[in-house]
């Protein structure tokens, strides 16, 4: 008996994605399937072009079909698809972006603009498309790193065309300040900026859109988390930071907000010595990985302290570019590869059925919100009830977690003036009462359930 396809997918079957921790025929990356005299060929389709186990799993895939009786070749063409963090991409600010990956520290120095820039070309070179926005209105540093001359150019349609540095496109705040002159930005301009780099940009198709935060937990993370669907965060820290608790601000801050935190880089870990490559813990090292694991966030890998990855930074061609092969540009890449892999393992559970993601939300009357599921499931609210099962830090305690929302003191009318989604998974509603803090993750909205579901969901 000949093999057959249904006989290649049998063995292929065993080939297992240990990140996504499904087998590659269920994940639904085996494609083309075709065998005829001897000769096997088919595609494997990952999530990332830069899959950190990708020659393995073709190397498993590879002798487990040449193994079968009569296969004489096995011809594999690996490709990439990468998944996008929102399945609507319709009335997105940025429709073509599949992924926004904001970098993120407790404090400045630790290295988020030098790990921002090297991820950025890191994954560039490894196949995806990458862009790089320097948010970091306080001190942009992108253009300079990146080694950009040139600002960008104006399209006809009035849209901003990103320079291209290194195979990926870079947008920054730089750009439009006078040199020396201070940025005092207050959070409504702040706002305004996020928009205008996310709205007015030309970033064509992106895989990824790495961006640049400031130091710290204020406006404008907050800004850039309403405003676009983020895929998770990356903190970077330094191993004294680490001890500080002062990434912990961070990741305290991406949790409120419900933006997933994707991986933790532990920078400046450990000095290496260029004349003798010797390694000397300066400021200790682990400490990373040993809060990722305590505190169940990935740890992505640590980068050395080196001179090579400040001079290359400061001559505007990153140590990834300048000399890929050396030890510091390896370390950028495996914590590259690792984040690629952590956005697929989001992305998938993003999209497993299981979470709750509204379709349509609507008002059946004024003082009624619907909201139609994904998954079929229908929910109508009252606006009273909606309102009083605000969990705001005003109507709830943060720390008891009781409610201080007297509900006798609700207007019996309260309607919604605003109703505003927020990342991918929650929403904002300005309520008629001036009450605007409020902000429901869907969560919270599919477990308050509505007066009037469809049953069965
Ligand atoms: P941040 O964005 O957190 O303020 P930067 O990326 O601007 O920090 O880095 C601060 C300084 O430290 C820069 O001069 C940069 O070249 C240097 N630097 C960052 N990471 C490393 C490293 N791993 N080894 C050596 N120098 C580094």
């Given at each position: 008996?000949?093999?057959?396809?249904?006989?290649?997918?049998?063995?292929?079957?065993?080939v297992k994605?240990p990140d996504?921790?499904?087998?590659i025929?269920a994940l639904?990356?085996?494609?083309?399937v075709?065998?005829?005299?001897?000769?096997?060929?088919?595609t494997i389709?990952?999530?990332?072009?830069?899959?950190?186990v990708?020659?393995?799993?073709?190397?498993?895939?590879?002798?487990?079909?040449?193994a079968?009786?009569?296969?004489?070749t096995v011809?594999?063409?690996?490709?990439?698809?990468v998944?996008?963090?929102?399945?609507?991409q319709?009335?997105?600010l940025?429709?073509?972006?599949?992924?926004?990956i904001p970098?993120?520290?407790?404090?400045?120095?630790v290295?988020?603009?030098?790990?921002?820039?090297?991820?950025?070309i890191?994954?560039?070179k490894?196949?995806?498309?990458?862009?790089?926005?320097?948010?970091?209105?306080?001190?942009p540093?992108?253009?300079?790193?990146m080694?950009a001359?040139?600002?960008?150019k104006?399209?006809?349609?009035?849209?901003?065309i990103?320079?291209?540095?290194?195979?990926?496109?870079?947008?920054?705040m730089?750009?439009?300040?006078?040199?020396?002159?201070?940025v005092?930005w207050?959070?409504?301009?702040?706002?305004?900026?996020v928009d205008?780099?996310?709205?007015?940009?030309?970033?064509?198709?992106?895989?990824y859109?790495?961006?640049?935060l400031?130091?710290?937990?204020?406006?404008?993370?907050?800004s850039?988390?309403?405003?676009?669907?983020?895929?998770?965060a990356?903190?970077v820290?330094t191993?004294?930071d680490?001890?500080?608790?002062v990434?912990?601000?961070?990741?305290?801050?991406?949790?409120?907000l419900?933006?997933?935190v994707?991986?933790?880089?532990?920078?400046?870990?450990?000095?290496?010595?260029?004349?003798?490559?010797?390694?000397?813990?300066i400021?200790?090292?682990?400490g990373?990985?040993?809060?990722?694991?305590?505190?169940?966030?990935?740890f992505?890998?640590?980068?050395?302290?080196?001179?090579?990855i400040?001079e290359?930074?400061d001559g505007?061609?990153?140590?990834?570019?300048?000399?890929?092969?050396s030890?510091?540009?390896?370390?950028?890449?495996?914590?590259?590869?690792?984040?690629a892999?952590?956005?697929?393992?989001?992305?998938?559970?993003?999209?497993?059925?299981d979470?709750?993601e509204?379709?349509e939300?609507?008002?059946p009357?004024?003082?009624?919100?619907?909201?139609?599921?994904?998954?079929?499931h229908?929910s109508?609210?009252?606006?009273?009830?909606?309102?009083?099962s605000?969990?705001?830090?005003?109507c709830?305690?943060?720390?008891?977690?009781k409610?201080?929302?007297d509900?006798?003191?609700i207007?019996?009318n309260?309607?919604?003036?605003?109703?505003?989604?927020?990342?991918?998974?929650?929403?904002?509603?300005q309520?008629?009462?001036?009450?605007r803090?409020?902000?429901?993750?869907f969560e919270h909205?599919?477990?308050l359930?509505?007066?009037?579901q469809?049953?069965?969901?």
């Amino acid at each position: 008996m000949p093999v057959t396809k249904e006989d290649i997918l049998k063995v292929l079957s065993q080939v297992k994605d240990p990140d996504l921790g499904k087998d590659i025929v269920a994940l639904g990356f085996v494609k083309d399937v075709n065998v005829c005299d001897g000769i096997a060929s088919f595609t494997i389709e990952l999530t990332t072009p830069a899959c950190p186990v990708k020659d393995q799993m073709k190397d498993q895939a590879y002798h487990l079909v040449m193994a079968l009786p009569g296969i004489k070749t096995v011809n594999i063409n690996m490709t990439a698809q990468v998944r996008a963090s929102h399945s609507e991409q319709k009335d997105q600010l940025i429709p073509q972006v599949k992924n926004v990956i904001p970098v993120a520290s407790g404090k400045g120095g630790v290295g988020k603009s030098t790990v921002s820039a090297n991820l950025a070309i890191a994954l560039s070179k490894l196949g995806a498309k990458v862009g790089l926005m320097d948010a970091d209105v306080y001190g942009p540093s992108i253009p300079i790193l990146m080694g950009a001359v040139e600002p960008p150019k104006i399209a006809p349609n009035g849209k901003m065309i990103p320079p291209v540095c290194h195979g990926v496109k870079i947008i920054s705040m730089a750009f439009f300040v006078p040199k020396n002159e201070a940025v005092i930005w207050r959070g409504p301009m702040l706002s305004k900026m996020v928009d205008q780099f996310l709205g007015a940009v030309d970033w064509g198709e992106l895989d990824y859109l790495v961006v640049d935060l400031p130091p710290g937990t204020g406006d404008i993370q907050l800004s850039l988390c309403q405003r676009i669907p983020l895929t998770g965060a990356v903190i970077v820290s330094t191993p004294q930071d680490l001890a500080f608790q002062v990434a912990e601000k961070a990741i305290l801050m991406f949790n409120k907000l419900r933006t997933p935190v994707l991986g933790l880089v532990e920078n400046m870990s450990g000095f290496e010595c260029r004349h003798c490559g010797g390694r000397e813990e300066i400021f200790g090292s682990g400490g990373a990985r040993r809060y990722g694991l305590a505190n169940q966030i990935p740890f992505l890998g640590e980068i050395p302290l080196a001179t090579n990855i400040r001079e290359t930074s400061d001559g505007g061609r990153p140590i990834v570019e300048a000399f890929p092969d050396s030890p510091s540009a390896k370390a950028f890449f495996k914590v590259a590869e690792n984040l690629a892999a952590q956005i697929s393992v989001e992305n998938l559970q993003a999209a497993s059925p299981d979470r709750p993601e509204p379709k349509e939300i609507s008002q059946p009357s004024e003082c009624e919100v619907k909201i139609v599921w994904k998954d079929g499931h229908e929910s109508i609210y009252s606006a009273f009830d909606l309102r009083a099962s605000c969990s705001c830090a005003s109507c709830v305690d943060e720390v008891t977690g009781k409610k201080r929302l007297d509900e006798s003191k609700i207007d019996k009318n309260v309607r919604p003036l605003a109703i505003e989604p927020v990342g991918r998974y929650a929403i904002h509603f300005q309520w008629s009462d001036g009450h605007r803090s409020g902000i429901y993750t869907f969560e919270h909205l599919r477990n308050l359930g509505g007066v009037n579901q469809v049953p069965g969901s």
